[in-house]
C-alpha cells in the first residue's frame, strides 16, 4: 500500500469518526534475523557512588558516573542497559548486561520507581536505583523470580536518550496524544547531512506509528508533537533504535541510524484517545 493511500484511508476514517489509535497505528516489522548481529553479554558497571539522593517514596538514586550527553526529560524515553535483582537477596530477576542488547523504552511505561529515577540522568551515566515495593510491582507478583512486596535495585548505563529543544513556541492548536501531525522539516543524519526535506510546497504528512522504537509500543514521533502548538518549530535528536518505520510506508529517509529533525508543526488532528499498552519493566 502506498503513502498517499494510507494517508487517504486515515483521513475517511476520522472524517467518519470512527478513527481510533488501534486503527491508525502501523505495524513496525524489525529486520530479519539473520540481518542482526549476535548480542554478546557484557559485564555489570559497578564503583563508588558519586552522587546520592532520595527521592518521593523512598526511591535511592545513587550515581556512580555521571553522563555528559543529553539530560532525560520527564515522559521522554531512553534506550538503555539495566540489571535488576531482588534487595532482600541480591537474586538476578532481569538484565540486559546478559543479554547483551539495550532496550528502548518510554518513561510512561515502565514502573514508578523508574518513571521517578531516571530524570535528570544524561547520557552515558550509570545509576543504581532501589526502588521500594510501592514504586515496583506492590502486592502483584509479575513473574516466579519477583515475589510480590519485593523491594527491586537496579543499575542501569544510559545509552542513549530522545531528546528535544523548542526554538519557536507555537501559538495555534494543541497536539494532545495521538494525532495526525502536519509539518515542514529538514532531516539530517549523524554527520549533518540533509537526508530529506519538506517544504510548504510539499508539507509532509506524519501517521500515528510511523516512527517506532525498536520492540516496543511507543511512537516515537508522536511523544514528540505532544504538547506542541501550531506554528511552533523543535529540534529533536532520536536513537537509531527508536528510528523504526513500518515498510508499507515505504518511508525515503534512512531507518535504524541516529537522526537529528528540525521541524515546524503546521497542522495537527488530534485522534480519539485510547490507551496504549506500556512497557512495565
Known sequence: MSRLLVVVALACLCGAGIASAAD?????????????????????PDGPVVQREEREGGLVVEDMVIGTGHEVKPGMAVVAHYHGTLKSTGAEFDSSFTRGEPASFHLDGVIAGWTKGLPGMKVGGVRRLT???????????PSDKIPANSDLVFVVRLEDALFYEDVTAGTGDEASGMCVAVTTHSVKDAD???????????????????????????????LVFDG???????????????????PQLEVKRPTNVPLVIEFKLIAVRNLPQQQQPGRRR
Open 131 to 141: 526502588i521500594p515495593s510501592a514504586l515496583a510491582y506492590g502486592e502483584r507478583s
Open 24 to 44: 491508525s497505528t502501523l505495524a513496525w516489522a524489525p529486520p530479519p534475523e539473520d540481518a542482526r548481529p549476535s548480542p554478546v553479554s557484557i559485564p555489570v
Open 192 to 222: 549533518g547531512h540533509e537526508v530529506e526535506k519538506a517544504d510548504m510546497a510539499d508539507p509532509y504528512v506524519w501517521l500515528p506509528g510511523e516512527m517506532n522504537a525498536m520492540g516496543t509500543q511507543f511512537d516515537t514521533m508522536q
Open 228 to 246: 506542541m502548538k501550531v506554528g511552533g518549530v523543535r529540534r529533536v535528536f532520536i536513537p537509531a533504535p527508536m528510528n523504526g518505520s513500518p
